[in-house]
């Protein structure tokens, strides 16, 4: 995209390669790789603000990451490679801060929002409607305090893995499978 650096997150079973490029203009970007290496690269853009980054797609060439709304927020993004204009908010309008870390080939898109009391939550997130997003954490409290957890990958039978602070010290992540249907059967 002009700029001086880049990093590549994730490779689809087609070769597609995502990631983020710096901008000629300084700004990193969400970058849809040309495989080629011929320098064919498209930026996927953003939603508003002036940074983003793709970290994972899937078959259909579905990416999810994160994109600037302003210069404090960043929403969890399904971005559209044929059209940025068309790059989709994940985030439900109570959250201020989001993440979409994985896209199965079904279209599942999990990642964390942080809610207004500054937890992070794992997050199944709707692309059809944000206001039907699932807290994943649901039975995972931390006796001291600290709700936090992200979803970081969902396969395509729909499992869903990443952490939790859930342990009996003040810093204490376990690996957690969580229930999709945030129920609370999750398991530690």
């Known amino acids: 995209l002009g700029g001086q650096e880049s990093m590549a997150y994730a490779i689809n079973n087609y070769g597609q390669i995502v990631g983020w490029a710096f901008h000629e203009d300084g700004n990193r970007r969400a970058t849809l790789f040309d495989r080629t290496g011929t320098g064919n690269n498209v930026d996927l853009g953003t939603l508003g603000g002036r940074h983003s980054e793709a970290w994972s797609i899937n078959i259909h060439g579905q990416a999810v990451g994160k994109a600037r709304v302003d210069e404090a927020s960043s929403h969890a993004t399904l971005f559209d490679p044929t059209d940025p204009c068309d790059n989709l908010n994940l985030e439900r309008p109570d ?16 990642g964390t929002a942080r809610l207004p009391n500054w937890d992070w939550k794992a997050t199944l997130f709707d692309s059809a409607d944000p206001n039907n997003n699932i807290d994943l954490s649901a039975g995972l409290s931390d006796p001291h305090g600290s709700d936090d957890s992200c979803a970081l990958s969902v396969n ?5 893995a990443g952490y939790a602070h859930t342990g009996t010290t003040s810093v204490c992540n376990r690996a957690i499978l969580f229930d999709p249907t945030g129920s609370g059967n999750s398991i530690n």
Do not use: E, K, P, R
């Open 95 to 110: 959250n201020d801060m989001s993440n979409a870390y994985s896209i199965n080939d079904h279209g599942l898109v999990v």
């Open 156 to 160: 395509n039978n729909g499992q869903i």
